[in-house]
């Protein structure tokens, strides 16, 4: 999976709770109320075509990094795990934000959000590839309950998330 690009990374560091099941939202540091609200997100919109093979689809709460949420993408792209995660400013602003990528504070990321004030996934304001310039139509959204079953899903996302499956 290429794609990467030249972006910053903190390698070498390790998450807090890496792993840790959404069970375990009573001892996290992010509201629990938003936790419940955000236990999946769906990701759409991206228009760098190999990007967005590798980003688009659904992501379940999966543990907490520096006190946010991390969420993992339901299915694995070949063979790699997709995440999104926060990183805060310990190893200095330019690595603060939102990442997309294999695995928490990896040297590998597909995107970067740089809000640090924002307690969950951004939805818009995505660098893709990270050092690139913002992506207009990339979307990270709470999955609306019932919506997936129900068919209510942007015509755009229903594509990506087959295509990526």
């Given at each position: 999976l290429e794609a990467s690009g030249a972006c910053p990374s903190a390698q070498g560091q390790q998450p807090l709770n890496k792993g840790q099941a959404?069970?375990?939202?009573?001892?996290?540091?992010?509201?629990?109320?938003?936790?419940?609200?955000?236990?999946?997100?769906?990701?759409?919109g991206c228009q760098h075509a190999t990007v967005a093979d590798i980003v688009a689809g659904s992501f379940v709460l999966s543990g907490e990094n520096h006190g946010r949420p991390v969420f993992k993408k339901q299915a694995s792209v070949k063979g790699v795990e997709v995440l999104i995660y926060y990183w805060d400013a310990r190893d200095g602003p330019i690595f603060s934000g939102w990442w997309f990528g294999p695995k928490v504070g990896g040297d590998q990321v597909w995107a970067h959000n740089p809000d640090a004030s924002a307690p969950a996934p951004p939805k818009s304001g995505w660098k893709v590839p990270c050092n690139g310039p913002v992506d207009p139509a990339f979307t990270v959204a709470p999955k609306a309950a019932g919506a997936q079953a129900a068919g209510h899903m942007p015509q755009q996302q229903q594509q990506q998330q087959q295509y990526s499956q």
């Open positions: 959404p069970e375990a939202s009573k001892r996290m540091s992010w509201p629990v109320a938003q936790a419940q609200q955000m236990m999946s997100l769906d990701v759409y």
